[in-house]
């Protein structure tokens, strides 16, 4: 068992004991800055070899703003899963709702994502979060967002 509260990075190894995800659709590298129950940011290293850029678009790769809210949104369960010791208990992440959503600049190959998220509400199965993802220092992406989590039962 681990000690999340002394947990304030995590590598990919343990960001994939914590969430589902998996390439192609795992779209965070690493995550910083954990601050438990309350705040981190997660590191997105954005490649021209990503399958999106194939078609979004071609000759002009950008980034899907979507899947800069999706990056966010995994950001935030890293942190609900050292928050609530969900790491290797098979938890799954599920949206429930995305508001404010204002894409304020461009995210294109050799960018960083820097995606800052903050816990509003949470404690339980549902948690708030406000996020904003930022390359170089210039804000990019910024939403308000909840997600549920649910541990399956061994």
């Given at each position: 068992m681990m000690d999340a509260t002394a947990v304030t990075t995590a590598?990919?190894?343990?960001?994939?004991?914590?969430?589902?995800?998996?390439?192609?659709?795992?779209?965070?590298?690493?995550?910083r800055d954990i601050v438990v129950n309350e705040s981190c940011v997660g590191i997105k290293c954005i490649t021209l070899n990503e399958p999106q850029f194939q078609g979004h678009f071609p000759g002009m790769p950008i980034f899907p703003g979507v899947m800069i809210i999706e990056a966010m949104a995994q950001t935030s369960g890293v942190l609900v899963g050292l928050?609530?010791?969900?790491?290797?208990?098979?938890?799954?992440?599920f949206f429930m709702g995305v508001d404010g959503v204002k894409f304020r600049r461009k995210v294109v190959p050799g960018d960083v994502l820097e995606l800052h998220v903050k816990a509003l509400r949470g404690g339980g199965r549902v948690w708030k979060f406000e996020g904003k993802a930022y390359v170089e220092g210039d804000l990019a992406c910024e939403a308000t967002f909840m997600a549920m989590f649910d541990v399956a039962k061994a």
């Open positions: 590598d990919l190894d343990l960001i994939q004991r914590i969430i589902p995800h998996r390439y192609p659709f795992l779209l965070i590298d690493k995550v928050s609530m010791d969900l790491v290797d208990k098979n938890a799954k992440v």
